[in-house]
């Protein structure tokens, strides 16, 4: 009886948590960081002021936790999508990118906040956001090496070629979710993903790497 009353109370504890990292997202992403106060995020959350504190000592704290949020999002999905068993490298390659540019749109709060919203702020948290995208360049540069060694694809340089996929995912996603190209998603997806299969010289089927973008987009997008 009282472990079940203490997991109760924790997952009360998680759900409010969450409220407010997803509070946040949506102020942050509209107002900006600086406009937003903690008044705005507890409104939002429709929790007391004191609440928040209870979680987050401070703006700056809710902040780097909804960097880690959608990071934490994206590599995780990237990572089951490509550990798929019994397919192509192509298709492997497709399933890593798709399914991460997927997470970042899917919770284009999260990333407006990550990407666009909280760019520059001082010097402390612009560390901190250019880390935490360090992280998904490392996870590029963990498929690069795989890629090179398992497969015996022709790589000169892993370093920049992770950084080039890297910086080609996250611009797509910024100019996705701000509206900035008019084109399915689907499709845009596959455009990014056959010009770095062209580029890394690994063959592929047409149909099989469409057919790939579309189920990762039923799977990991709900518009």
Do not use: P, W
């Not at 590599?75 to 997470?103: P, Q, R």
């Not at 070629?161 to 008019?182: A, C, H, M, P």
């Amino acid at each position: 009886m009282k472990q079940e009353i203490h997991s109760k109370i924790q997952n009360k504890k998680i759900l409010k948590r969450k409220a407010l990292i997803n509070a946040g997202a949506k102020m942050f992403s509209e107002k900006g960081f600086t406009e937003t106060s903690i008044k705005n995020i507890t409104d939002e959350a429709a929790v007391a002021v004191g609440t928040f504190y209870t979680y987050f000592e401070t703006k700056e704290e809710l902040l780097i936790q909804i960097y880690e949020e959608i990071l934490n999002i994206s590599l995780d999905i990237a990572d089951k999508s490509s550990k798929n068993e019994g397919v192509s490298v192509a298709k492997k390659f497709t399933a890593a990118l798709s399914s991460t540019i997927c997470a970042y749109i899917q919770n284009s709060e999260l990333s407006k906040v990550l990407l666009i919203k909280s760019v520059g702020i001082n010097v402390e948290l612009e560390e901190k956001r250019c880390k935490v995208l360090e992280r998904t360049n490392d996870y590029i540069k963990y498929v690069i090496n795989h890629l090179k060694k398992e497969h015996k694809i022709e790589i000169k340089d892993v370093n920049i070629t992770s950084i080039i996929i890297t910086q080609s995912i996250l611009g797509t996603v910024i100019s996705f979710i701000e509206n900035k190209v008019k084109i399915n998603l689907n499709d845009m997806i596959y455009s990014i993903c056959a010009y770095h299969l062209n580029a890394l010289k690994i063959e592929y089927d047409q149909a099989d790497i469409g057919n790939c973008i579309n189920d990762t987009v039923k799977l990991y997008y709900k518009n």
